[in-house]
């Protein structure tokens, strides 16, 4: 009997990580590129984040861990010292060169912001985006993706994609600026939640709005 339940605990999870694995060998494409997405509940990457405007560029070095609960945390290291993060009711952001963090009501803060791709769960990527399209170039996959709301924040948005391994993101804003997100290190794997807590330094004066 204790054998014939091992052998079906056991059969049960091979066929649960064989269903996990079966998008990696799926080609993403315009029709599964939420769903996809959707996916990957965590997510732990260092970024080169490139902000271009008028010929000109300012680059910055810095991390990213997100969740699809809606919490995540975005930390500059280099030439910026801040760090922003966000629970279920409020957002954080910690300047390390004012000496200041301020706190703010979330609301919709982040519903027309590109973070929303790595907070939000299927439904709400739906009800923010619609995928424009998805070309396939060499070994690189591009998917163009439109916010649902005219007013948004972003004017177009834009995944890359190397053997269904994200690599950058690309946005346009609208302030005329093009900001481009390099991914390094990029894991999908879970992270204990604990982890998107701001540790705030002595001397930080608290401003809440």
């Known amino acids: 009997m204790l054998q014939s339940k091992l052998i079906k605990i056991t059969t049960f999870f091979f066929l649960f990580a064989l269903s996990l694995n079966l998008f990696s060998s799926e ?25 271009s405007k008028n010929l000109k560029e300012r ?12 919490k995540f945390k975005i930390e500059y290291l280099d030439p910026i010292r801040e760090v922003i993060s966000a629970d279920k ?9 004012l000496d200041q963090m301020d706190v703010v009501p979330r609301e919709d803060y ?12 299927l439904d709400g990527m739906k009800n923010l985006y619609s995928v424009d399209s998805c070309i396939k170039d060499e070994e690189t996959i591009m998917c163009s993706i439109k916010p649902n709301d005219d007013e948004s924040f972003v004017s177009m948005l834009f995944l890359e994609f190397l053997k269904n391994d994200l690599i ?4 346009q804003d609208s302030f005329g600026q093009t900001v481009k997100l390099i991914f390094e290190d990029l894991s999908w794997k879970p992270f204990s939640e604990s982890e998107l807590l701001i540790s705030i330094p002595e001397g930080i004066d608290v401003v809440y709005h």
């Open 27 to 51: 080609q993403i494409t315009k029709e599964n590129l939420f769903e996809y997405l959707n996916e990957k509940q965590f997510l732990n990457t260092k970024f080169i984040q490139i902000t």
């Open 89 to 97: 009711s409020f957002l954080y952001k910690l300047d390390l060169e």
């Open 110 to 121: 982040f519903n027309n912001t590109p973070v929303s791709i790595f907070i939000e769960q």
């Open 168 to 171: 950058s993101l690309r946005y």
């Open 59 to 70: 680059v910055a070095r810095g991390s990213l861990m997100a969740t699809r609960t809606g």
